[in-house]
């Protein structure tokens, strides 16, 4: 494993949803190497990837340890079922968002104003947790794609307390199709979250790095 690579070689997926799924096909059509997990044994889920993430590999959960970079793409209000010691040392990418209208009110969240991703990185305090992908749909991930230096090229915001795993992620980011803006420590993910200018729009490059100024000197992150 290697989380100081300035881009990574291997990715796993953690759910296989819509999201999971949508990641993970970008991943593959970018010429990474996908590994894919459920709570379910691999041998269970493994069908279903080939039909839904075709190219993708499904494992077991804790063979996602393998990977360079892990996304995890679960329901929010399962991540206490994530084992922390599945994730020590590890670059991972939290795309989960708490949709309270959904999911039902959760006290974790309700009650910290905290951005979701550092109540995440308390339960997993070994990881080196980086928060993007959020603020766009699974639709949008795979429609929106452009190549590099494109004029429409939609921008994504980057998150972490770990410089390298932020760098680590970009790369990520480019390399499926979207420019990647630093938004700094983990805190800022707190102004991309649902609800906000960020997570409601679709935003370039130059556009996303105002708007982050703006909001996280509003909140003085």
Same mark, same amino acid.
């Given at each position: 494993m290697t989380t100081t690579a300035v881009t990574p070689g291997s990715i796993g997926i953690l759910g296989a949803g819509r999201v999971g799924a949508a %990641?993970? @096909? $970008?991943? *593959?059509? /970018? #010429? =990474?190497e996908v590994h894919i997990a459920t709570a379910k044994p691999a041998e269970e889920i493994a069908l279903l990837a080939e039909i839904v993430t075709p190219g993708a590999i499904a494992v077991d959960a804790p063979e996602l340890a393998e990977t360079d970079l892990t996304v995890i793409?679960?329901?929010?209000? $399962? =991540? @206490?079922?994530? +084992?922390p010691a599945h994730f020590a040392g590890r670059t991972v990418? +939290?795309?989960?968002?708490?949709?309270?209208?959904?999911? #039902?009110e959760q006290p974790d969240?309700? @009650?910290?104003?905290? /951005?979701t991703s550092e109540v995440i990185q308390d339960h997993l305090p070994g990881a080196l947790l980086v928060k993007s992908l959020n603020h766009i749909g699974y639709h949008d991930l795979e429609a929106d794609h452009r190549t590099p230096g494109a004029a429409d090229r939609r921008a994504l915001a *980057?998150?972490?307390?770990h410089e390298q /795993? @932020?760098?680590? *992620?970009?790369?990520?980011?480019? $390399?499926? #199709?979207?420019?990647? %803006?630093?938004a700094g420590p983990l805190a800022a993910g707190r102004v991309f979250q649902p609800g906000t200018e960020i997570f409601n729009g679709s935003h370039s490059a130059v556009q996303l790095r #105002?708007?982050?100024?703006?909001?996280?000197?509003g909140a003085r992150i």
């Open positions: %990641v993970a @096909r $970008r991943a *593959v059509e /970018s #010429g =990474y793409a679960i329901p929010l209000r $399962r =991540y @206490r079922d994530l +084992d990418v +939290d795309v989960m968002n708490y949709w309270a209208p959904t999911d #039902g969240f309700e @009650r910290d104003a905290r /951005s *980057v998150a972490s307390d /795993s @932020r760098a680590l *992620v970009a790369a990520f980011i480019d $390399r499926i #199709g979207f420019d990647a %803006v630093d #105002g708007l982050l100024a703006a909001a996280c000197a």
